[in-house]
Nanobody, 121 residues
Framework: QVQVVESGGGLVQAGGSLRISCAAS????????MRWYRQAPGKQRELVAA???????NYADSVKGRFTISRDNAKNTVYLQMNNLKPDDTAVYYC???????????????WGQGTQVTVSS
């Protein structure tokens, strides 16, 4: 069994910074890709950033140069550092981690419950 928990969201003024985290715990043998998504009210969920196990990262065009994804494999944790935040970044941010359980034979995408990020103008 696995738990995935996000933390670090909150309210920030435009131009400010936030760092959100997502940690997986439980009977984990190994993690693979880690991703951050976001969903704003009335909009579809969109992929914000992704990082491979060896640290290769990709970003949505809307956040390139402002957001940085990183990970700590020993802690099964992924981070998203968000700088120069804009009101359009307001959304619930979700993480997804590919996990292979100790007792498993397939990779599962495990999701957190989401953390609210609100950017005021």
């Amino acid at each position: 069994q696995v738990q995935v928990v996000e933390s670090g969201g909150g309210l920030v003024q435009a131009g400010g910074s936030l760092r959100i985290s997502c940690a997986a715990s439980g009977s984990i043998f190994r993690t693979n890709a880690m991703r951050w998504y976001r969903q704003a009210p009335g909009k579809q969920r969109e992929l914000v950033a992704a990082i491979t196990r060896v640290g290769s990262a990709n970003y949505a065009d809307s956040v390139k140069g402002r957001f940085t994804i990183s990970r700590d494999n020993a802690k099964n944790t992924v981070y998203l550092q968000m700088n120069n935040l804009k009101p359009d970044d307001t959304a619930v941010y979700y993480c997804s981690i590919q996990i292979l359980l100790i007792s498993g034979s397939t990779w599962d995408d495990c999701w957190g419950q989401g953390t609210q990020v609100t950017v005021s103008s």
